[in-house]
């Protein structure tokens, strides 16, 4: 993997401090009493009622952390964020559903959320899945339950669980992990502090109850620089590195060891409107500080790879993602999400998630980059053809390093001349990216699960609409 940084290791110390300033003489807004006791008990104090973490708490709880997080899909298949390698997953949450062959966009469903997961399912760059859409035909209450419940059936790679909120959710998502194993194997779940540093008191209480459980853990801050946090970036960086480590001090204090995956979703504010942008390079360079600074803590890193504001698959959003993914790749991000966004997270496409599959591909080759040996130097290929005995097509040198990788074999880009190109119908990636989504979604099938486990899924949800759903 290339040796990629945009901060020296004096940046990354100086930002780790400024953050150490700011959880013991700033604190966070944390008011619940369970929380506050925990953490005040390990050495925390209460001041000008917030909680102010002092830096040698912070630091040994960091050193608790295991260095690698794994997720196991029922498939079988493991992934091991932190093992060396780079691995992709779709973005999760997105309220609306565009249809590119339409050119129209709409609330997403229960059917758009179990499409989606078939789709990816069937995308070999998408290495683990989380649900996608937020489907507005449940109860608020049940949006997060739902999401992984008609997701739960449409894969076997390993599956995230959805971002939660509150104790309940954590409770029944457990009981829905464990009909596909051991729940501590097969689910990770991530909580979002409120910006700027606040931790409200049911996201204490989730907290609480993921760490008892065991479930590999994510604070997954989501500022804004200019709105909810600094406009600088090096002092969002900070801002947004207390949040993620405020929540995992109280979870090693409820459970020392418990796995953990950092990350960070920090975005900008368009100065014009005051929206969130999620497509300007800044959100590359934000990305690729989070991954440094989470790289020096020895944790591995999750951050936003595919990402923008367009609103359909058009050259900003082709550029735009692209840039925002190489970045931190190359910085040796462990994990990039945001297969299928678009709108900045409002939306996703089943088109734009083919699409960035073969986008995927090329960060990956990108990250390899290439070896230098007495091999790949090839004086002696180059003496050969130069002396007339062979062209470079001949040598067993060349079809050696075509089968080994070196140039990267794309599947949509168009690769051919003008009339190969309007002979096969004048197609552009978009429009070669919606048809194999639609191929997909026509034949792709996933194993099921028996009806014992949908019985018992069904029955699950059955009992969350009854708790936690207001009448």
């Not at 630091?59 to 079988?76: D, F």
């Not at 168009?414 to 978009?430: F, I, M, P, V």
Request: include cysteine; glycine fraction near 10%; hydrophobic fraction near 40%.
């Amino acid at each position: 993997m290339p040796n990629f940084s945009f901060l020296s290791p004096q940046d990354v110390e100086s930002i780790h401090q400024a953050t150490l300033r700011i959880l013991n003489e700033t604190g966070i807004s944390l008011n619940h009493p369970g929380g506050r006791k925990i953490l005040c008990e390990a050495g925390a104090r209460i001041v000008n009622d917030r909680v102010q973490i002092p830096p040698e708490l912070v630091e040994k709880c960091i050193g608790q952390c295991p260095k690698t997080v794994s997720v196991r899909g029922r498939g079988g298949m493991v992934k091991t964020l932190g093992d060396g390698n780079l691995y992709f997953h779709n973005l999760g949450g997105a309220r609306d559903i565009f249809d590119f062959a339409t050119g129209e966009k709409r609330y997403a469903s229960l059917q758009d959320v179990r499409d989606a997961t078939r789709l990816l399912d069937a995308l070999e760059n998408c290495h683990t899945i989380t649900p996608f859409f937020t489907p507005r035909d449940v109860p608020g209450e049940l949006m997060s339950l739902a999401m992984y419940r008609h997701a739960m059936p449409f894969t076997t790679k390993p599956l995230h669980g959805p971002g939660v909120q509150y104790p309940g959710e954590v409770k029944y998502s457990l009981e829905m992990a464990a009909i596909l194993g051991t729940p501590s194997e097969v689910l990770t779940l991530a909580v979002s502090p409120v910006s700027p540093l606040a931790i409200p008191d049911h996201e204490v209480e989730a907290i609480i109850e993921i760490a008892r459980a065991g479930i590999a853990f994510g604070a997954l801050p989501c500022p804004t620089a200019g709105t909810t946090a600094p406009l600088s970036i090096a002092g969002a960086i900070a801002q947004q590195n207390a949040e993620v480590l405020a929540p995992l001090v109280l979870a090693q204090l409820v459970h020392p060891g418990l796995p953990i995956f950092y990350c960070g979703r920090l975005a900008m504010m368009e100065p014009r409107t005051g929206i969130s942008v999620w497509g300007g390079v800044e959100l590359g360079l934000a990305s690729a500080g989070t991954v440094q600074l989470g790289h020096r803590y020895g944790l591995p890193v999750n951050v936003y790879g595919f990402s923008t504001n367009a609103h359909t698959l058009d050259i900003q959003d082709g550029f735009e993602r692209g840039l925002n993914a190489a970045i931190p790749a190359l910085v040796g991000a462990d994990e990039l999400s945001g297969i299928g966004e678009m709108e900045a997270g409002v939306s996703g496409s089943f088109a734009q998630m083919v699409a960035d599959n073969e986008f995927a591909s090329s960060v990956l080759r990108l990250r390899r980059g290439f070896t230098v040996d007495e091999d790949t130097l090839a004086v002696e290929v180059i003496a050969n053809v130069m002396n007339g005995t062979h062209n470079f097509l001949g040598q067993k040198h060349t079809m050696k390093h075509l089968k080994s990788g070196e140039i990267h074999m794309t599947k949509l880009a168009e690769r051919g001349t003008w009339e190969q190109w309007e002979t096969g119908g004048k197609q552009n990636l978009a429009e070669r990216s919606q048809a194999q989504a639609e191929k997909i979604l026509r034949e792709h099938q996933v194993e099921p699960l028996s009806d014992a486990q949908e019985k018992e899924l069904d029955r699950i949800m059955a009992a969350a609409e009854k708790e936690l759903v207001k009448k």
